[in-house]
Structure formats: structure tokens, C-alpha cells
């Protein structure tokens, strides 16, 4: 079983719509997404964050249900994948638990290098007998193409925006850089799959 955390900042917005999109786009697949924010709070995802995850392929009743946690050590120590929302995330997530540096990305971010890398290389990457096991040479294999690929011209280009207390469009600016990193994110994590 394949274990993905997502990380943002109040676990009301952009975390609990990355897990939510990725439990979709993964349903038939042996994996655990869930969220946690840096400064979660019980509290429900916002009116518009369940909005976006209806009109983005959430699975039914996901969106309601959702919680806001907040992360500690121990969520994360078992994750084969964490994704931040912004490097902020990121940073808070190594400084929480260093040795998770190498599967730990933004979403973009994971997202860019995947599309940077050659495929052959990451079928090569993708060996062994079960899923975690290709994922993690999978991740190793992009954490490898830091500092070797372009990085973006400004390197908020990696961050997924904040849409909290701001308008639907700013929501809607949220999801249109959230949701092509997740598809990505959920095509990385296929090339895991043993068989393909």
C-alpha cells in the first residue's frame, strides 16, 4: 500500500483538495492519501475549496467529510510520498523529519521534474517487486534532477497559491495550478504500478 501525504497551511483549501483529487484519480489503485496542515485546526474545507473538489473529480461525500488536522512527526513517518502545497510546506516538512527530504516536493514542483524527465529513465527507475518499492526509485530517481533541470524563472512558479480568505477567482487560480500538478503527481505514481 502506497502511503501520499499532502501539507499546507490550514488544511482547509489546497492539502485536503490535492488528497482528495489524488484518491480519485488513484481509486482503483492500493494507496493512502491524507492531509494535515502546518497550523490545522478542526475545521471544514471552505465553501469554495468543496466546491472546486466537486467540479475537479473528487469522489462523492470526500469533501464533507474532511477535517482539518494538524501535522506532526508521527503523520509522516511512514508516508512514501509527501507533497507540500509551497515551499514553505516543503521546509516545514524537513525541518519536522529530515530523512523524508528525498520524497519530499511540492506538488508543482514533482509535478515540473516529472515532465523534465526523460521517460526511459524513469521506466528504469521504476525496479522491483511492488509498488513502494518502484515509487521510491521513481522519487529518488527526480529528487536526482534537482539543480540538473531548469529551474522555473521565479521559483513561486513551484508553490500552489494560497486562496484563503480571497475571492472565486482566486480559488479558481488555486485549482488551475493545483489540479495539472496532481494529474501529474497521480501519472508518477501509476508508473509505480507492478505489471504495466
Same mark, same amino acid.
Given at each position: 500500500?502506497i502511503?501520499i !501525504?499532502? @501539507?499546507?497551511?490550514?488544511?482547509?483549501?489546497?492539502?485536503? *483538495?490535492?488528497?482528495?483529487?489524488?484518491r &480519485?484519480?488513484?481509486? /482503483?489503485?492500493?494507496?493512502v492519501?491524507e492531509?494535515?496542515?502546518?497550523?490545522? %485546526?478542526?475545521a471544514?474545507?471552505?465553501?469554495d475549496?468543496?466546491?472546486? &473538489?466537486?467540479?475537479?473529480?473528487?469522489l462523492?461525500? /470526500?469533501?464533507?467529510?474532511?477535517?482539518?488536522?494538524?501535522?506532526?512527526? %508521527?503523520?509522516? &513517518?511512514s508516508?512514501?510520498?509527501? #507533497?507540500g502545497?509551497?515551499?514553505?510546506?516543503?521546509?516545514?516538512?524537513?525541518?519536522?523529519?529530515?530523512?523524508?527530504?528525498?520524497?519530499? !516536493?511540492?506538488? %508543482?514542483? *514533482?509535478?515540473r #521534474?516529472?515532465?523534465?524527465?526523460?521517460?526511459?529513465?524513469?521506466e528504469?527507475?521504476? $525496479?522491483?517487486?511492488? =509498488?513502494?518499492?518502484?515509487?521510491?526509485?521513481?522519487?529518488?530517481?527526480l529528487?536526482?534532477?534537482?539543480? +540538473?533541470?531548469?529551474?522555473?524563472?521565479?521559483? =513561486?512558479?513551484?508553490?500552489v497559491?494560497?486562496? !484563503?480568505?480571497?475571492?472565486?477567482?482566486?480559488? $479558481? *487560480?488555486?485549482?488551475?495550478? #493545483?489540479?495539472?500538478?496532481?494529474?501529474?503527481? =497521480?501519472?508518477? @505514481?501509476? *508508473?509505480?504500478?507492478?505489471? +504495466?
Amino acid at each position: 500500500m502506497i502511503e501520499i !501525504f499532502a @501539507v499546507c497551511t490550514g488544511n482547509i483549501c489546497r492539502s485536503p *483538495l490535492a488528497a482528495q483529487l489524488l484518491r &480519485a484519480r488513484l481509486a /482503483d489503485y492500493p494507496v493512502v492519501v491524507e492531509s494535515a496542515g502546518t497550523r490545522g %485546526r478542526p475545521a471544514a474545507m471552505t465553501p469554495d475549496a468543496k466546491r472546486l &473538489a466537486e467540479m475537479h473529480g473528487a469522489l462523492p461525500g /470526500d469533501a464533507e467529510e474532511h477535517r482539518a488536522r494538524y501535522l506532526t512527526e %508521527r503523520m509522516l &513517518a511512514s508516508q512514501d510520498l509527501i #507533497l507540500g502545497m509551497a515551499r514553505e510546506h516543503r521546509r516545514a516538512i524537513a525541518e519536522l523529519v529530515p530523512a523524508k527530504v528525498q520524497v519530499t !516536493f511540492t506538488v %508543482r514542483e *514533482l509535478a515540473r #521534474l516529472a515532465q523534465a524527465a526523460d521517460p526511459l529513465d524513469l521506466e528504469a527507475a521504476a $525496479q522491483g517487486p511492488d =509498488a513502494k518499492t518502484r515509487l521510491r526509485g521513481i522519487l529518488r530517481h527526480l529528487s536526482s534532477l534537482r539543480g +540538473r533541470v531548469t529551474p522555473p524563472r521565479d521559483a =513561486a512558479e513551484d508553490d500552489v497559491v494560497d486562496p !484563503f480568505g480571497r475571492s472565486w477567482n482566486t480559488y $479558481q *487560480l488555486s485549482a488551475a495550478q #493545483l489540479v495539472p500538478a496532481v494529474d501529474e503527481v =497521480a501519472r508518477v @505514481v501509476e *508508473l509505480a504500478r507492478p505489471g +504495466r
